[in-house]
Each structure stands twice: as C-alpha cells, then as structure tokens.
C-alpha cells in the first residue's frame, strides 16, 4: 500500500485527479487536490477537490447533491496523478451531463468495444430521465412486478432455445441478460456488487476444492 506522503504534488501544492465511474468505467472528470482535499477525501470517503479557479476547497455535490462516493484511489508509476474510482449519485458535469467529457473532437469509424457497465448506465439514465417510446422507460414506469414478469418469461425462452439452436440460445441470452440488468438498475444493485459475489464464491470453491484434494494444488 503506497504511503500518501510519498505523493508528488506540483510546486502549487496540487496533484491531478482523473474520476471515473466505478461501475460503467467511464471518465467522469479531472480536477485537482491538494493535500487537505485528499485527506478529507479519505477521511469522509467522498470526492473534495481544490478549485484553481476560486483557490478554494469544494466538496463534489455540497451545493448539487451530486456526490461521488469514493471506491479506490490508485496513483499513477510516478505518484504525481492520482486515479479516483467511484460511485457518483448524479451527473458530474455542472451542465448536467453524466461526464464532463462529452464534446466529441474526434472518433474511429469502428465502433467502442461493447461493455456491460456501459449498459447499466445506459438504463439507469433511462430511468433516471424517462425517455418516449424508450422499451427500457417502459419497463420502470411500470414498476417492478412488470420487470420481474419479463425476467420469469426470458428464463423459460432460453429454456426452450436451449433445445433448439445455438443461434437461438445466444439471442434468448441476451434478452435475459438485459432483462436482469433492468431489474438490478431497479433494486440499486450495481453489476461489481455481482462480481464481487462471484468472487466470494470463487475463492471459497477453490479453498473447499484444495482440501478436498489434501492440499494439492490442482
């Protein structure tokens, strides 16, 4: 665990600080702290930052509400940036997007690489900001009992497309797959609480599998 004092603020006293949305991955912002914002960062385990421009300290959501609780901070190989990972309630934009990086300069004509965090935030916003004619704005405005219904109606079509054709299984996935994300958006469950799950289960499987076999490794 790397000592806070080593860090490497510059001769302002500051350290640059790229905050990214935990669950989504995305770059929500860059913005500064010096050595008293970063302890009350940690202390409070919510984002402050020290604004250049007003030479003052400013807590992410004192005035908006929207904070951003904090999951990890990393520095960079040489300790003078730091990665703050977390997860933000409301838009980090002061315009009211969901990312201060939002002004496209330039894009590849081959499409980003698709990624479930991606996914969840897409159907947050949606239901977050209804949108008409949105299947997703859809499914929340009807509450839970209409999602849980389309979860118990995938389970039994991926049933069946089993019995069929790889091509059907792989489709009726889908529809499952986001299916439970809507209902998980609904719960406030986000996908690393199910990764984290995963991973409990993974080390006690491979614990109980060690002692089965006497310690060996497999």
Not at 45 to 60: D, E, I
Request: aromatic content about 6%; proline content about 4%; charged content about 30%.
């Amino acid at each position: 665990m790397l000592d806070k004092d080593t860090l490497r603020f510059d001769h302002q006293g500051l350290i640059p600080v790229i905050v990214q949305d935990e669950d989504s991955g995305r770059v929500l912002t860059l913005a500064y702290m010096n050595r008293e914002s970063l302890e009350i960062s940690l202390t409070e385990g919510r984002t402050c930052f020290y604004s250049r421009s007003r030479q003052k300290l400013w807590r992410k959501g004192e005035s908006s509400g929207n904070v951003q609780s904090i999951v990890s901070i990393t520095a960079d190989c040489d300790s003078d940036a730091l990665l703050v990972r977390v997860r933000p309630l409301g838009p980090a934009c002061h315009t009211g997007q969901e990312s201060c990086f939002f002004q496209e300069l330039h894009h590849t004509a081959q499409p980003d690489a698709f990624r479930l965090g991606d996914l969840y935030a897409l159907l947050k916003d949606r239901k977050d900001h209804p949108k008409e004619g949105s299947y997703t704005s859809y499914l929340f405005e009807k509450g839970e009992d209409k999602i849980l219904k389309k979860v118990g109606e995938e389970c039994t079509e991926v049933v069946i497309a089993a019995k069929n054709s790889p091509e059907e299984l792989q489709y009726e996935l889908a529809d499952l797959t986001y299916h439970l994300m809507v209902l998980m958006v609904q719960r406030g469950m986000a996908p690393q609480e199910l990764l984290e799950e995963l991973a409990r289960r993974h080390v006690v499987d491979r614990k109980v599998k060690q002692e089965t076999m006497g310690g060996a490794q497999p």
